[in-house]
């Protein structure tokens, strides 16, 4: 069953898409781009806040794929507390060796990469993620002002990578600039989660306070829509 992830950059944010019943809480700071990391104080405040009463992801920022700066922000990410921790893999840099540094950490860790569709990603390295030991994958969008995830890659090619996550008991996630219209055409590729920011904001701006009302009917049409499935 697909659930809904909510990104937030703070504790009144967390609290309030608490209360609508996501399924998801994403810490992330999106004036700072794409996967934009909150401060790990911030992070570790929510993490008390929330208290255990629903899963935390958070992102480490957009980073270039160096394997010593990205492990090096994984590593002070981990020691939040947050359940899933998101790491982008952006266009050049070292992927492989990047994997390879990640594959040291426990199998305990629950590290997600995220793929951008708007990169034209060769979605068969979902291989070496899984062997490098993350929990699962999600596709993103990297540039947040050409539209969603639907206009940045084919329905079918979405839902070849949804298979191919599934294939390998990997967890996985669609978002990136998604929009209430977007929901029922991606469920019946049955992701275990959508991700949403900007349709949660006021006026949809991404960088804006979320509004209560646009995320419990976000939640609600993912839920009839899961029904209608």
Request: with cysteine; hydrophobic share 45%; aromatic share 4%.
């Amino acid at each position: 069953m697909t659930g809904m992830l909510a990104s937030v950059n703070s504790v009144e944010e967390a609290l309030l898409a608490l209360s609508a019943n996501v399924d998801i809480i994403d810490l992330k700071q999106p004036a700072l781009g794409a996967l934009g990391a909150l401060e790990t104080d911030i992070v570790k405040n929510i993490v008390v806040a929330i208290n255990g009463r629903c899963p935390i992801s958070a992102t480490v920022g957009d980073l270039p794929m160096q394997p010593e700066i990205v492990y090096q922000a994984v590593t002070e990410m981990a020691e939040t507390g947050v359940d899933y921790i998101k790491i982008g893999f952006f266009p050049g840099g070292d992927w492989q060796r990047t994997l390879k540094k990640l594959a040291t950490f426990p199998r305990t860790m629950n590290l997600i990469a995220v793929l951008f569709a708007d990169t034209q990603p060769d979605i068969a390295i979902i291989d070496a993620i899984k062997n490098a030991g993350f929990k699962g994958v999600m596709l993103d969008t990297m540039n947040k002002t050409n539209g969603s995830l639907t206009q940045a890659m084919a329905k079918a090619d979405i839902a070849q990578f949804v298979r191919l996550a599934k294939d390998r008991s990997m967890l996985c996630g669609l978002a990136g600039s998604l929009r209430l219209n977007d929901i029922a055409e991606l469920i019946p590729c049955q992701p275990d989660y959508l991700g949403f920011r900007g349709a949660l904001c006021l006026d949809h701006n991404r960088t804006a306070q979320l509004n209560g009302s646009s995320i419990r009917q976000i939640k609600q049409a993912i839920d009839q829509s899961k029904t209608a499935s």
